[in-house]
């Protein structure tokens, strides 16, 4: 495999399209499937596909395709998916109650594990079967359950000091829900989930 840090975030983010696309091929017994066909049907260049694979490993055989078993099992591994990921959640407001709720949809090895909040009156109470614990619990329980990953819903003013809290207690990558820009260490990488901005931007495309 080639080492990350020469992979492109843009080829990172094309890998779940694909790993979902051929998920899909899997249940409806495809056994085999070529660039061209993932193109077609994605929208995307073959080349562009056979590059964004090829970086990785060569899976595909010339004249035949992908297997499509064995690529989802090679992509899942570059994920990392196929090993148990905990994922912590700190806000147990609607938005919170709403993204732990969809834990009973995820099939891969990631879910949710943990769920804080400094609302003492949310602490104890369960969302998705998972108790509501104090924030100030946080460090303790993503050492004891190798929490890696974090999903932040809290209020845009609360969003950095939380950041800052989850990346204190080794969280290594965050999902920001928060309408604000976080600052983070180089070690530690950050997303955001901006429903606000992505319907401004499909605006663009109104007629």
């Known amino acids: 495999?080639?080492?990350?840090?020469?992979i492109s975030e843009a080829v990172v983010r094309r890998l779940p399209?694909?790993?979902?696309?051929?998920s899909h091929l899997q249940q409806m017994g495809v056994t085999t499937v070529s660039s061209q066909q993932m193109g077609k049907t994605l929208d995307f260049n073959p080349a562009q596909i056979r590059k964004d694979l090829s970086a990785f490993g060569d899976f595909g055989k010339k004249g035949i395709g992908y297997d499509v078993n064995y690529?989802?099992?090679k992509i899942r591994h570059i994920l990392k998916l196929d090993q148990m990921i905990h994922v912590a959640l700190v806000g147990a407001g609607h938005l919170g109650h709403a993204i732990s709720n969809y834990n009973a949809y995820l099939k891969d090895n990631m879910r949710i594990v943990a769920i804080f909040d400094?609302?003492?009156r949310k602490v104890g109470?369960?969302?998705?079967?998972?108790?509501v614990q104090s924030i100030e619990d946080l460090q303790c329980v993503v050492t004891e359950q190798n929490i890696r990953l974090a999903i932040i819903t809290v209020p845009a003013k609360a969003a950095q000091e939380v950041a800052d809290q989850l990346m204190d207690a080794g969280i290594e990558g965050i999902l920001n829900f928060a309408p604000v820009t976080l600052r983070a260490s180089k070690d530690v990488k950050i997303d955001y989930a901006d429903v606000t901005s992505s319907l401004q931007s499909l605006a663009y495309y109104l007629n």
């Open 1 to 6: 495999m080639a080492k990350t840090e020469k």
């Open 17 to 22: 399209i694909y790993l979902r696309y051929l």
């Open 71 to 73: 690529l989802i099992d």
């Open 118 to 120: 400094v609302d003492k």
């Open 125 to 131: 109470k369960k969302i998705a079967g998972i108790e």
